[in-house]
């Protein structure tokens, strides 16, 4: 029983001085209002100038987004883990494999630039195998999304990249 008791005291004792540290300032802060680029909303993968739909492998849209766990301040940064739902319509896919890139730009009260960040997000096209073919497929991302905690940020721009 004293075996007992002084084990159970050590385990107290050590468990009591692996707090984490407390001299991080840690802190909930309003998330930013969202908005989808009206010009970047759509990718289309492999799309020339011309438009071919056979040079087209897919096509995403950006849908809906949420953030996840709120938003907070910590370690001397401004945290935004954002989740983006896309929808990806196969057109002429050579594989499974999604690959999308996308950008955030960051605005303060006053509408300034204050960053712009760049994000990939990745995930793979459903297959009916009853059917051999490509269906439309929901492919959630999380951005994380860091800043200055010193500038106040008013509102979060997401496109998607254009590559040409």
């Known amino acids: 029983m004293k075996k007992f008791l002084i ?7 050590i468990g009591c001085s692996k707090f984490p540290n407390r001299t991080e300032e840690s802190a909930i802060i309003d998330c930013p209002r969202v ?3 009206s010009e970047n909303n759509r990718f289309a993968k492999d799309a020339k100038e011309e438009i071919n739909q056979n040079d087209i492998k897919y096509v995403a849209s ?3 987004f949420g953030f ?3 938003c907070f ?3 001397n940064s401004n945290n935004y883990n954002l989740d983006l739902l896309i929808i990806v319509d196969p057109i002429n896919p050579k594989s499974k494999d999604v690959s999308l890139p996308l ?4 605005y ?8 712009s960040q760049y994000f990939k997000i990745n995930g793979e096209l459903n297959y009916n195998n009853e059917t051999s073919t490509y269906t439309p497929t929901e492919i959630s991302g999380n951005l994380k999304i860091l800043s200055d905690p010193k500038k106040k940020i008013s509102s979060l721009t997401v496109g998607f990249v254009k590559i040409k």
């Open 62 to 64: 950006l849908n809906n």
């Open 35 to 37: 908005f989808f680029s």
């Open 7 to 13: 084990f159970f005291i050590l385990i107290c004792l």
């Open 68 to 70: 996840i766990n709120g």
């Open 108 to 115: 303060d009260f006053e509408d300034n630039l204050v960053d």
């Open 103 to 106: 950008f955030v730009l960051i």
């Open 73 to 75: 301040i910590e370690s």
